[in-house]
């Protein structure tokens, strides 16, 4: 009897739909990870601890009380905040950029966590003004969008600078941001296109240039384009076979771990495998909407609403890149990649979920 009130009481906040997907995923990205790395365990085993002290943060928060999520809102994005400002100051330059920072045990990159803290901070704000929300508010609320921002664009990290700008997006469209409004943005974004290209890095610049064209500088800008499309397309019908694929064992498939592992998929399950595995995002986040739809107050709506958009932005930008109709930004493919920082922050997101699924009522505050 004990045995089974633990169980019960291990799974009440978890949704079962979400946890089978959930696990469905990890297990692709573990087996994967073993044809990516030509057969490197180790790279196997760091990343199944990954995926426990993910699921450990995940059940955590489905165990938290909506209310407190609330709570936490201001705190976490101002701690965000100051890490972010931290990274500017004293953190660590790898690769051009300077993005993580050195706390002694470990090496984080401070930018992942905004990824919960702008959506969850915007939500917040608009939950305190619902009764009445003005143009002034979504301003206000913008104002939060764009102070991480522009630090982590200047790191730079154009990746997650879109991830972050899509999260508070989709809390401004779902807070009910006028359609004239954003169409007034979208035409000022097409106006100031020049400026700012200006403003990217030359890289950035020469990522956009190889989407059009990246045959023009084939074994230089344009090679990860040109490879994981070969890769994707060479796989037919059926794929290659597991442990089979050419471009991925032969090592002209660059990254092939973490941004380009749907490329190694896809070769080795062909288009079948590809379209089982967009059929597993559908489910997640066709239960995500369910999850929004269902959610009890204004503050949950929002919140379920942004993580599962931006969860499917993070899927499509990563495929889009690979598959050559997007430039190659360096966003990881969701539940799939080797890394722990991303997969933390996902599975916090879908913690979040299930919390919002199970605490039906918020405890004002």
């Known amino acids: ?103 002694g045990v470990a090496t984080i990159q401070p930018s992942e966590l905004m990824k919960i803290a702008v959506p969850l901070m915007m939500a917040w704000y608009f939950e305190k003004n619902e009764a009445t929300l003005k143009l002034r508010n979504y301003f206000v609320a913008t104002i939060l969008l764009l102070l991480p921002l522009i630090l982590i664009v200047r ?33 000022a974004a097409v106006a100031s296109a020049p400026f700012l290209w200006s403003m990217l890095h030359d890289y950035q610049r020469h990522r956009i240039l190889m989407l059009l064209d990246p045959s023009q500088d084939a074994l230089g800008k344009g090679y990860h384009t040109i490879q994981g499309m070969i890769a994707v397309g060479s796989g037919g019908i059926l794929g290659k076979g597991y442990m089979n694929g050419t471009q991925t064992h032969l090592d002209f498939l660059p990254e092939r771990t973490t941004d380009f592992i749907f490329a190694v998929w896809s070769e080795e399950f062909g288009l079948i495998g590809s379209i089982l595995l967009l059929g597993l995002y559908v489910v997640v986040i066709g239960r995500g909407f369910i999850i929004t739809a269902n959610a009890s107050t204004y503050f949950t ?54 919390s919002i699924h199970t605490h039906k009522k918020l405890v004002k505050t």
């Open 1 to 103: 009897m004990k045995l089974r009130q633990i169980q019960t009481r291990f799974m009440l906040h978890l949704d079962p739909v979400l946890l089978a997907a959930l696990g469905a995923f990890m297990f692709i990205s573990l087996v994967l990870l073993y044809s990516a790395s030509d057969g490197n365990w180790m790279r196997v085993l760091g990343q199944l601890g990954n995926i426990l002290v993910a699921f450990i943060a995940m059940w955590l928060v489905a165990n938290m009380p909506l209310h407190w999520l609330m709570r936490s809102a201001v705190p976490i994005y101002v701690f965000g905040m100051l890490l972010l400002v931290a990274v500017a100051l004293f953190g660590e330059i790898s690769h051009g950029a300077r993005r993580w920072l050195n706390i």
């Open 155 to 187: 790191q730079p990290d154009l990746g997650t600078t879109i991830l972050i700008w899509a999260s508070g997006f989709y809390v401004l469209f779902l807070a009910g941001l006028s359609w004239r409004v954003m169409i007034g943005l979208t035409l």
């Open 301 to 354: 709506r929002l919140m379920a609403g942004s993580i599962t958009l931006t969860f499917f932005t993070y899927a499509f930008v990563n495929m889009g890149m690979v598959s050559g109709i997007l430039p190659v930004v360096g966003v990881p493919l969701p539940l799939i990649s080797y890394g722990g920082t991303s997969l933390l922050t996902l599975m916090l997101g879908f913690g979040m979920l299930m």
